[in-house]
């Protein structure tokens, strides 16, 4: 079965740079969630996409951004980058009506040095 | 503050013996529980789930128990096994409206010994 796609998986960038992350969700999943994990810590939602539109917004901070375009992709944008955003970051999906499972991805490790 | 929480860090088990992993969490408005598992490097997979008007639901060796009045659910893992040695997550989504995000505990690690 298919499963959430992200990429990159790694990625090294400088303070100060910008980065982009992308979700490819599971087949008719409408709903994109993007969490970040910093070591030894679990899973913090950050900003969530249905059908389009922003959803639900968590601690994300104002540096970055997402969207979620027409074929379901969602991508997060994440600029002037701190040492402190260094981190996993999923991407989950799910189809709103049909269950409450969330399926994530495997991850994009950030490291900003 | 810890919305959920998970207070073992790690619990060890041997083959084929019971694994009871616990979370508590505070918000009655959460509706749905959740149980991921999560090995190094790669995102949480998803095992179980139970609504919150349900007290117990059951998937193979995987059996969750929600008990409401004491706002605390269980994981149960029989007969367990050295491939489920990993962290295990509990998570609780709110209800009503678009919050459909998920709030993790903290998560447990399980060592399965052989």
């Known amino acids: 079965a298919a499963g959430v796609i992200q990429s990159p998986r790694h990625l090294i960038k400088e303070k100060r740079e910008t980065a982009t992350l992308k979700c490819y969700p599971i087949p008719r999943h409408d709903t994109v969630y993007w969490y970040q994990q910093g070591p030894g810590q679990d899973p913090q939602f950050l900003i969530s996409?249905?059908?389009?539109?922003?959803?639900d917004k968590g601690s994300i901070p104002d540096r970055f951004s997402a969207q979620q375009f027409s074929d379901y992709h969602s991508e997060l944008n994440m600029s002037s980058l701190e040492l402190g955003d260094s981190a996993l970051y999923f991407c989950?999906?799910?189809?709103?009506?049909?269950?409450?499972?969330?399926?994530f991805g495997p991850g994009t490790r950030l490291t900003v040095t | 503050d810890q919305q959920v929480k998970q207070n073992s860090p790690s619990l060890s088990v041997q083959e084929g013996r019971i694994s009871i992993l616990n979370c508590d969490y505070t918000n009655s408005m959460f509706d749905y529980f959740l149980w991921y598992k999560k090995y190094p490097a790669e995102g949480p997979t998803f095992l179980i789930s139970?609504?919150?008007?349900?007290d117990k639901n059951e998937d193979g060796r995987f059996t969750v128990f929600l008990n409401k009045s004491a706002k605390h659910l269980s994981l149960h893992i029989v007969p367990s096994q050295p491939g489920d040695s990993a962290v295990y997550f509990c998570?609780?989504?709110?209800?009503?409206?678009?919050?459909?995000?998920?709030?993790f505990g903290k998560g447990t690690l399980l060592t399965v010994n052989p």
């Open positions: 996409f249905y059908e389009k539109m922003q959803s």
């Open positions: 998570a609780a989504r709110g209800s009503g409206g678009s919050n459909y995000k998920l709030t």
């Open positions: 139970i609504s919150s008007i349900k």
């Open positions: 989950a999906s799910s189809h709103q009506t049909l269950s409450y499972e969330q399926y």
